[in-house]
C-alpha cells in the first residue's frame, strides 16, 4: 500500500470514529420516568413498533403461548394490577403479557415498547407475589428504554468498528463489542429493573420481600444439570442481586419514595 493512501485511510477512519462519537453525545436525553440521562435514537413509537414486530417470532422461538386462557387471564390481570398503580401507566408504552408454551427454559424478559413474556417452566415456580415481582421487573425494562439503549449502543459501535476497518483491520473486534452489548443487559439495567419491581410490587400492596425468593428461585434453578437456564444469557447471576433488592424494600419502606435508581 502506497503511504499517501494510508494516511488517507488513517484519516477517513479517524473521521468516521469522531462521527459517531458526535453523534453519541449528542443523542443523550433524560428518562423523565427515571430520571437518568442515557443515549437513546429512537422515540417511543419506534419502540412500540419494534416490540410489536418481534413479538410473534419471539413466542416462536419458546414454543408459541401457552394453551389456557384461564392462565394468561390471571397473568393479564396481575400485570395490568402493577401498570395502573404504578408510573408505568403514564407512559406511552403498550404493556401486553405473554405466557410462553416452553415447559423447559426458565426465563422472563421484555421488548422494546411494552411486550413481556414468562415461561411456563418459570411461572409455574411462583406464587401470585413472586409472579408480580418478575413482571414488575420486566416492566421496569421497558420503561428504562434497556432495549432502546442497547440498540443506540450497537450502532455506535457498528459506526465505529467501520472507522476502524477502514483506518486498520479490527472491525470484527469492536463489533464483537457491539454484538454483546445489544444482546446481554448490563448490570445497571437488571439493577435498575429489580428496583423498579420492589416499588411496582409495593404500590400493587405486594410483600417486596417475595422478590427475594424470586432470585433464589431462579438461583436454584441455575444449579442443575448441565444446561445454563435461559435467563443467565439475558441476566447476571441472581444471587448477586439480592442484596440491592434488601436495598430497594428498605429504602421505599422509610418513605423516600424515589423513582430514581443510583446506578
Known amino acids: ?8 485511510r488513517i484519516l477517513i477512519g479517524l ?4 462521527f459517531a462519537y458526535v453523534q453519541r453525545c449528542s443523542n443523550k436525553e433524560e428518562n423523565p420516568y427515571t430520571g ?13 413498533a419494534i416490540g410489536l414486530q418481534s413479538t410473534p417470532e419471539i413466542a416462536q422461538q419458546y414454543g408459541g403461548l401457552y394453551p389456557d386462557e384461564e392462565l394468561q387471564g390471571y397473568i393479564d390481570k396481575i400485570g395490568n394490577k402493577l401498570v395502573q398503580n404504578s408510573i408505568a401507566r403514564e407512559t406511552p408504552y403498550q404493556y401486553d403479557f405473554h405466557l410462553l408454551a416452553d415447559e423447559q427454559t426458565v426465563n422472563a424478559f421484555a421488548l422494546p415498547g411494552g411486550p413481556v413474556f414468562i415461561t411456563y417452566a418459570l411461572f409455574k415456580e411462583l406464587n401470585e407475589a ?12 421497558v420503561i428504562g428504554r434497556h432495549s432502546a439503549e442497547r440498540i443506540a449502543d450497537s450502532e455506535f459501535w457498528q459506526t465505529v468498528s467501520t472507522g476502524a476497518s477502514v483506518g486498520a483491520d479490527m472491525g470484527g473486534v469492536v463489533a464483537g463489542i457491539g ?3 445489544l444482546l446481554k443487559n448490563g448490570r445497571g439495567d437488571e439493577l435498575e429493573s429489580d428496583d423498579l419491581g420492589v416499588l411496582f410490587m409495593m404500590q400493587s400492596g405486594y410483600d417486596p420481600e417475595e422478590m427475594i425468593k424470586v432470585m433464589e428461585i431462579l438461583d436454584a434453578a441455575s444449579g442443575g444439570g448441565d444446561r445454563v437456564p435461559e435467563f443467565q444469557s439475558t441476566h447476571p447471576d441472581p444471587g448477586n442481586r ?11 419502606r422509610i418513605g423516600e419514595g424515589v423513582l430514581k435508581v443510583e446506578r
Open 1 to 8: 500500500m502506497r503511504r499517501g493512501n494510508w494516511k488517507i
Open 179 to 181: 454484538q454483546n452489548t
Open 36 to 48: 437518568r440521562s442515557q443515549t437513546i435514537t429512537m422515540d417511543a413509537d419506534q419502540e412500540i
Open 242 to 252: 439480592i442484596e440491592r433488592i434488601r436495598e430497594s424494600i428498605e429504602k421505599y
Open 15 to 18: 473521521a468516521i470514529v469522531a
Open 130 to 141: 413472586q409472579l408480580a415481582g418478575v413482571l414488575g421487573h420486566e416492566i421496569g425494562h
